[in-house]
């Protein structure tokens, strides 16, 4: 197999009494979807948020792209190339999609301390930005503010952000709570395409998608990896039945 | 043009008229007060880029009016006494040119702004307001207590300071110089807001983390924006010392501080023109009330709490509306 992209190794944080992640380890490798898979509290959007830099492990180590890079922050780890979806949309309502697309492509762009020329005239941040939304479905609410959106568009939204990035990586929290029958397989098109330009770990709760998109499943309770494996594998394991879609069927 | 344009065009027309109706009704003392709003409205402009688009609310903003102050104060009265401020290593003399009076006002107040930020933009909210008002209050007691320039008394002016051409003693070319560079400021005040740079610190006022997770750090777009925001209003207050030919420790205080902030609210947080607005409904409060009462301030207070409570948007916000989409 592949030099993984991304490494999680024997990652565990705890809140107070609470484990939220215990000895947790995971990869993803160039071309897969990672499919993470967990009851709610499980500790999934804790372990992205250790990921993506935002919370510190208490202990164990995340490499990405070769590197170490326990130690650094957010932007630091978005800049080596990790894009980021978050569960609750972190979107600037005030501004228009457009702008927080155009956000994305500046941010790519690694350059912006610039002051003059209008962001909405830069013609290579428009058209990064303006080939994200296509791709997802926005242009045409491309001039609406952000707060007018519907909830489903603004998970839409998060993902284009992120392609605008075009990371090395895809951490994505969820992206397609909220967006009814449609939206999800335009969505699960796009993921499917999408992993041949970089690898996605992916936290859905949404089984169809995850069984249809999915290399590998991780699943995840009270902070513990129980097993990982194809979708066959498991499906077909009994501590995940018991534990998680043991309802389901 | 949007509702908004038009009100900025109204305030921007509407200023210039003014001053030029009171030269015709020989009212110099019209002019002067003009003259007020634009320095003020300058002062505001600065402010409103930290806290309008930063979302940083300084109530520190007294230190740099009033460093731009002293910076005038001292360059001219070394030129009025015809000593050098530094023999060793070199010769520095003194100036009365505007022009150099205003980079070095600019030049201070950016550097102070770089110090004060570089420790304080650590720090968020309340803790951000404290500070700001801390580094704002060191200035104030250490111009009071420093002899060299006047210590609590303030320096003294004799003559304006001179620009190329013009005759500044004549109100309305003092006027004229404060209008125009006003407008100039507006106009930077609004590439910046338009600017990738300006995108980048409206959204990290809104989500830091969503800023951040595109690769960019929120505290160096603060810092940027509080160095820029300082060094306006620097130059605002290099032009009101100019203005009273008379700089003091009360240049410092935090209820200039408070003033910046409360114009600012009152024309409209954000709002390109809304320290113009803020600084008109100001000055004329002052003048009408003033004379009325010395406790006008509890008028200009009592305006506030209904601007706060009713009218989000200050002046601007609530003639013109949401804010055009399209930036
Ligand atoms: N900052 C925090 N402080 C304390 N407890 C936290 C914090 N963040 C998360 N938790 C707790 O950690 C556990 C895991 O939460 P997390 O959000 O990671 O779960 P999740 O698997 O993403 O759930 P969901 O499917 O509902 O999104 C929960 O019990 C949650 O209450
Ligand atoms: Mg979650």
Redesign the interface.
């Known amino acids: 197999m592949a030099e993984p992209v991304l490494q999680v190794q024997g990652v565990s944080k705890s809140f107070g009494a609470l484990a939220a992640s215990q000895d947790v380890s995971l990869d993803l490798v160039p071309g897969e979807i990672h499919a993470l898979i967990g009851p709610n509290g499980a500790g999934k959007s804790t372990l992205i948020q250790q990921i993506a830099g935002a919370l510190r492990p208490d202990a164990g180590r995340i490499r990405f792209m070769g590197r170490d890079v326990t130690q650094l922050g957010i932007v630091q780890r978005a800049r080596l190339g990790l894009g980021r979806t978050f569960q609750i949309s972190a979107l600037a309502m005030e501004h228009t999609v457009l702008q927080n697309a155009l956000l994305g492509a500046l941010g790519a762009s690694g350059r912006p301390y610039r002051f003059l020329r209008p962001a909405l005239r830069d013609p290579d941040l428009r058209r990064r930005a303006e080939a994200a939304l296509e791709r997802v479905g926005l242009s045409e609410q491309m001039w609406m503010r952000t707060s007018d959106l519907s909830h489903g568009q603004r998970r839409t939204l998060e993902v284009a952000v992120a392609l605008t990035l075009a990371p090395r990586a895809f951490v994505m929290d969820e992206p397609m709570a909220g967006l009814g029958t449609s939206g999800s397989k335009r969505l699960t098109g796009l993921l499917d395409e999408l992993r041949h330009e970089a690898p996605i770990l992916l936290v859905e709760h949404d089984m169809d998608a995850v069984f249809a998109l999915a290399d590998r499943i991780s699943v995840l309770v009270y902070g513990r990896i129980i097993a990982t494996g194809t979708v066959e594998e498991i499906r077909a394991d009994p501590e995940v039945r018991r534990a998680y879609l043991g309802e389901e069927d | 043009m949007s509702r908004e344009g038009l009100i900025n065009l109204a305030l921007g027309l509407g200023l210039l008229a003014f001053p030029l109706w009171a030269e015709w009704a020989e009212e110099p003392f019209m002019i002067t007060l003009s003259t007020r709003v634009a320095i003020l409205a300058l002062a505001g402009v600065g402010l409103n880029l930290s806290l309008g688009l930063g979302g940083l609310v300084s109530l520190g903003h007294a230190a740099f009016f009033g460093i731009g102050g002293y910076a005038m104060g001292i360059l001219a009265s070394h030129a009025q006494s015809y000593t050098p401020i530094f023999e060793w290593p070199l010769v520095i003399e003194g100036t009365k040119a505007m022009p150099v009076i205003w980079l070095v006002a600019i030049a201070a107040a950016g550097l102070l702004a770089l110090a004060i930020g570089a420790l304080s933009l650590r720090t968020s909210g309340v803790y951000f307001i404290m500070i700001t008002l801390a580094f704002g209050q060191m200035l104030f007691y250490f111009a009071v207590s420093w002899p060299a320039y006047g210590g609590e008394d303030g320096l003294s002016i004799y003559v304006r300071n001179a620009f190329p051409g013009l005759n500044t003693l004549v109100p309305l070319q003092f006027f004229l110089i404060a209008y125009a560079l006003l407008m100039a400021v507006l106009g930077l005040a609004a ?2 807001t ?7 610190l ?2 990290a006022r ?2 830091p ?9 929120p505290y ?2 603060r810092l ?1 924006a509080f160095v820029i925001s300082g060094m306006i209003t620097g130059l605002a207050g290099a032009l009101y010392a100019d203005l009273n030919r008379f700089v003091s420790p009360a240049m410092f205080n935090w209820q200039t501080s408070g003033e910046i902030v409360i114009l600012v609210i009152l024309g409209g947080t954000a709002r390109l023109f809304g320290p113009v607005a803020g600084a008109a409904f100001f000055v004329a409060l002052e003048h009408l009330l003033g004379g009325v009462s010395d406790y006008w301030r509890i008028y200009l207070g009592l305006v506030l709490l209904a601007v706060v409570l009713f009218a989000r948007g200050g002046i601007v916000g609530t003639l013109a509306g949401r ?1 055009a ?3």
């Open positions: 590439l910046i338009r600017s990738p740079f300006g995108l980048a409206d959204a809104q989500v983390v969503r800023v951040e997770t595109v690769g960019i750090a160096r777009l940027i804010e989409a399209d930036g």
